[in-house]
């Protein structure tokens, strides 16, 4: 068998002019992994600030490193006591950040982080949901502990998390107000939200009454400001950076709340559900080849683009 494999690889740290394309080992089966033959795969346009990204589990420089860490393709191998999915099954999840990604032919994946794909799903429509879902999910649900009849502010909704967000919220029965740039405004009111607000032109604070929940995408001063339009006992949830509450925040009796995404297989599974169920589409602003991923990066930094953009590795 051949053990090499096309992969998009940083040598050095830095940021999309740093990836190369180039021909890399096939990854070893740990106990517990599944090797998955990748059909595409999705990326975040921050992860290669992000300090797992060049270490592993123990802290240690793991490069060279292979981005993107969203994946959509087939069980090819089992590693021993891998359960929950089986070989030839098509699967999406998200992988491990102190691993290597998806950005390949192949990626070792544990296999408690994949769940099937979604059937009506194509592999690129697929590798866009698990990040930007499970994000949405957790902070809407898990942290935002959000219910039917709140209303919910969303900074950068017509994003790769965002426009997941907007889609759950109003499944649950919140009433959503999403906030971005004036290209953003059609993508936002396609999805159904309440009310779009161009920050081009508006102040968010200036047109939006009191929210039980802010879901911020953005950081900086939108996450300062967004203190003044929660409702006393509302949260403020960013994946950006910590909220740190302000006394504005003490005053209302407001919580702020950082998390990172972490990867479960039962919310990837309930996100199949609406998928199938016809009340999830996943947006996929641009699709690019493996050999042009280093395009897809810059593209995706340079801002503009609708929901995700995915790497597309095998369209068989
Ligand atoms: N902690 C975690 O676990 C976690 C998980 C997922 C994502 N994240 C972070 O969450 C952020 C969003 O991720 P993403 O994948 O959704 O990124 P994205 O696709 O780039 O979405 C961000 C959106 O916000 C828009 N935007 C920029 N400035 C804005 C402003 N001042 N007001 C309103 N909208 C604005 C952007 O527009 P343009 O494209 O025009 O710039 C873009 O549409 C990133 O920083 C990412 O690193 C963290």
């Known amino acids: 068998m051949n053990q090499s494999m096309w992969a998009l690889r940083l ?131 898990d942290h935002g502990g959000l219910v039917a009849g709140q209303e919910v502010l969303i900074h950068g909704a017509g994003g790769g998390v965002g426009v997941f967000a907007i889609q759950l919220a109003r499944g649950a029965g919140a009433e959503v107000i999403g906030t971005g740039r004036a290209w953003a405004r059609e993508v936002v009111g396609a999805l159904d939200a309440a009310r779009f607000i161009d920050v081009e032109s508006e102040r968010f604070e200036d047109v939006v009454g009191r929210v039980d929940l802010v879901f911020d995408l953005v950081g900086g001063e939108a996450r300062e400001r967004s203190w003044s339009v929660l409702k006393p006992g509302g949260v403020l949830v960013s994946v950006v950076e910590d909220p740190n509450e302000s006394a504005q925040a003490r005053r209302i009796d407001a919580r702020g709340i950082f998390f990172v995404v972490e990867a479960y297989r039962g919310e990837l599974v309930e996100l199949a559900k609406r998928v199938e169920a016809g009340q999830l589409q996943p947006i996929v602003g641009e699709v690019l080849p493996l050999a042009r991923g280093h395009d897809a990066f810059h593209r995706k930094h340079a801002g503009g683009i609708r929901g995700k953009a995915v790497l597309q590795v095998d369209d068989t």
């Open 11 to 141: 040598h050095e740290r830095g940021g999309p002019e740093r990836l190369a394309y180039e021909q890399a080992p096939r990854p070893y089966l740990g106990t517990g992994d599944a090797l998955v033959r990748v059909h595409a795969a999705s990326f975040t346009p921050t992860e290669l600030t992000w300090e797992p990204t060049w270490v592993d589990h123990a802290g240690h420089d793991r490069r060279p490193v292979i981005p993107a860490h969203e994946v959509s393709g087939v069980v090819e191998a089992l590693g021993y006591g891998a359960i929950g999915v089986a070989v030839g099954e098509a699967v999406y999840g998200l992988t491990d950040w102190h691993r290597d990604g998806a950005a390949a032919e192949y990626v070792a994946v544990e296999a408690r982080n994949l769940a099937s794909k979604p059937p009506s799903l194509s592999h690129v429509e697929a590798a866009a949901v698990p990040l930007a879902g499970l994000t949405a999910w957790q902070a809407l649900f």
